[in-house]
Nanobody, 126 residues
């Protein structure tokens, strides 16, 4: 059973950067499409970014394009989300999710995923 653990969250001032990591255990991550989602207080969980198994396909929510970068290192069994120029509205609990799909599949739809991590809190405030 694939297990996902997020790390790298924390507190950052606006304009700063954080790097989130999603580590997998009990399975090799290269079989899985990975998505990052966020959930702010009182709001529904939404897709932030995704990356295909091959890494050739990535997608981003409009609000994070040109600021966030998703990448994967299948040899290390991790997927990262580099978050630059953070804004207060980026504050949320961030979750990584996985689903075993075809090489180029990449979705930011929550229902597409069947494995979830516990989440990591990101706070952006001055």
């Amino acid at each position: 059973q694939l297990q996902l653990v997020e790390s790298g969250g924390g507190f950052m001032q606006p304009g700063g950067s954080l790097r989130l990591s999603c580590a997998a255990s009990a399975a090799t991550l290269d079989r899985y499409t990975i998505g990052w989602f966020w959930q702010a207080p009182g709001k529904e969980r939404e897709g932030v970014s995704c990356i295909s198994r091959s890494g050739d396909v990535t997608r981003y929510a409009d609000s994070v394009k040109d600021r966030f970068t998703i990448s994967r290192d299948n040899a290390k069994n991790t997927v990262s989300l580099q978050m630059n120029t953070l804004k207060p509205e980026d504050a949320a609990v961030y979750y990584c999710a996985a689903v075993p799909r075809s090489l180029l599949f990449c979705s930011m739809v929550e229902a597409s995923y069947d494995h979830w991590g516990q989440g990591t809190q990101v706070t952006v405030s001055s």
